[in-house]
């Protein structure tokens, strides 16, 4: 029989107050109520004991007060029942509990399993499930949980959590200190934002997905703006490319930085763009560094200037060839930069701002009619000097106000991954907010400009390029590659390419 979960996840995230507001609604109209839900989400973690969790023979349970503590006294009653030895401890009084939570006690409690109401001095576990709290979670852990938590996190055990791990915000990706880190994480009905990017991603683990019989109801009538580019999706918007084709239909992109004695972000940048398909890159940077960029990357076309004043009409003619222009990488900030900058906004098409082009952006009242913003969390802080409420730990929230503010796609680089909050598909002065990969920035930015400029639809571009630069990321951070360079990551862009 299929699973009753799936490390295939769906498309599109929610907030858990989306959730939490249409559960009952998509349940309805499954022709479930919310009870048989809770029994679901219990009869898919058996399933997932069952398959992948054959052998744990003792496993420590942790109740806490509300439905997601309900999930894991169910689960404790069928692991009961199923003759697997099972510890439950209740971290808060089951007193506390109501509704089909209390009833899922009652139930543990009619089975026979002890209840306790702290961790037994001598054990040993060989599976650790924590149902604390899930979407439920706001703000900080007491002390007693942090301490019973630090003592789980340190265990050899397997750690699983029910749903969401206990301490991170559902919505926000917020991590409360102390909070369970989850080897998997089994969530329930819909993906939730939060869970999917910043250090939240890494506290979940792998996670996996129950759809419960409501998913489909669910996303029929809640609508989501933040999606979620799995394996599949991508594979469907990879551009296909005709035999015959030649470079000058593959996209034309220029890319403007490397000031003087800074040659590798926009050596880096180019390289990226050519690798991920762009079939012209030419590159325009200080006279000092054409010999540097070009070195061993014969399909680049550099041109050196001294001046942005002495190569007015040379600057122009470049712009004038170009689908997309980068600007950004190693550019700097003094007189050289800053003429390029306000040079980047005569560029009739979308611009990729990045690096020093953003600094310079934060104290600049231009704006592009079209462009992408690729700031990681620093630039971002820059760039919002005007919207100071502002939580910078909500990573969701600064995209949206960068996108408010500039009027533009915007794409917050830093760890975590693979998500792409996106309010319209236009991506001219409206666009997407995204949260990309760790590291690599100029690498980015090439990709994205790269992939517009072959003409790929403009959203999906920016999602596909956060992809490929989150995947190509995590997959080099997994296979060990901990100092990571970017031939590691072109490494990686080759075989998601394809
Ligand atoms: N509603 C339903 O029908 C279903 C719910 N399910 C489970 O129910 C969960 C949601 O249940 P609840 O809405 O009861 O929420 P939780 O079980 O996440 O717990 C919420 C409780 O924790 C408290 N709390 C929040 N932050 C706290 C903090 N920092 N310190 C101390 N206490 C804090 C809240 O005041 C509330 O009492 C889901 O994550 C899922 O596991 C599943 O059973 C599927 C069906
Ligand atoms: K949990």
Redesign the pocket.
């Known amino acids: 029989m299929a699973a009753k979960y799936t490390a295939n996840l769906p498309q599109f995230a929610y907030t858990a107050q989306q959730v939490?507001d249409n559960?009952?609604s998509a349940?309805q109209l499954a022709g479930l109520n919310?009870s048989q839900?809770?029994v679901r989400?219990a009869d898919a973690l058996f399933d997932l004991f069952d398959h992948e969790l054959v052998n744990a023979e003792h496993i420590l349970i942790l109740a806490?007060?509300?439905?997601?503590?309900?999930?894991a006294y169910l689960l404790a009653e069928l692991l009961h029942r199923a003759g697997r030895k099972v510890t439950i401890v209740a971290v808060f009084s089951p007193s506390?509990l109501a509704g089909?939570?209390l009833r899922a006690y009652q139930r543990a409690d009619a089975a026979g399993l002890n209840v306790l109401s702290e961790l037994p001095k001598q054990h040993s576990f060989d599976v650790i499930v924590e149902?604390v709290?899930?979407?439920?979670?706001?703000?900080?852990?007491?002390g007693s949980l942090k301490s019973i938590f630090a003592y789980c996190n340190k265990d050899a055990a397997l750690r699983l959590s029910?749903?969401?791990p206990s301490g991170i915000e559902a919505s926000t990706g917020i991590v409360?200190d102390g909070a369970f880190l989850a080897d998997i994480t089994l969530t329930?009905?819909a993906l939730k934002q939060g869970m999917l990017t910043g250090s939240a991603k890494q506290v979940c683990g792998k996670l996996l997905f129950a759809p419960?019989g409501v998913a489909e109801a669910f996303s029929k009538i809640v609508n989501s703006t933040v999606s979620y580019v799995s394996h599949s999706a991508f594979m469907a918007m990879r551009l296909r490319r005709a035999h015959d084709c030649y470079k000058n239909q593959c996209g034309h992109v220029l890319l403007v930085g490397g000031n003087k004695g800074m040659a590798g972000a926009i050596r880096l940048a180019s390289e990226a763009c050519l690798r991920s398909g762009a079939g012209l890159v030419s590159v325009l940077t200080h006279t000092d560094n054409v010999a540097m960029v070009q070195q061993g990357r014969y399909e680049l076309m550099v041109h050196g200037i001294e001046t942005v004043e002495s190569s007015r009409e040379y600057v122009g003619a470049l712009f004038a060839k170009a689908d997309v222009l980068v600007i950004g990488p190693g550019l700097g900030q003094d007189n050289w930069a800053k003429a390029l900058f306000d040079k980047s906004f005569n560029f009739d098409g979308i611009v990729v701002c990045d690096a020093d082009a953003l600094n310079l952006s934060a104290v600049s009242s231009l704006r592009y009619k079209q462009a992408v913003m690729t700031p990681h969390m620093g630039e971002a802080r820059r760039l919002l000097t005007k919207s100071n409420t502002v939580d910078m730990s909500n990573r969701f929230d600064v995209a949206a106000h960068l996108q408010r503010d500039y009027d533009t796609t915007v794409v917050v680089k830093g760890p975590g991954s693979l998500v792409c909050q996106q309010t319209r598909m236009n991506i001219n002065r409206s666009g997407s907010s995204a949260m990309a990969s760790a590291g690599m920035g100029d690498v980015l930015s090439g990709i994205i400009a790269s992939l517009i400029a072959q003409g790929m639809e403009k959203f999906a571009a920016t999602s596909l390029a956060v992809y490929i630069h989150g995947l190509a990321a995590e997959r080099a951070a997994v296979e060990g590659e901990k100092g990571l360079l970017a031939g590691d990551l072109f490494k990686h862009i080759r075989d998601l390419l394809g």
Do not use: C, Q, T, Y
Request: hydrophobic fraction near 50%.
């Open positions: 939490r559960e009952a349940a919310l839900l809770m989400a806490g007060k509300g439905n997601n503590a309900g999930d506390l089909d939570a149902g709290f899930g979407i439920g979670f706001s703000g900080k852990l007491s029910i749903d969401v409360a329930f009905i419960l």
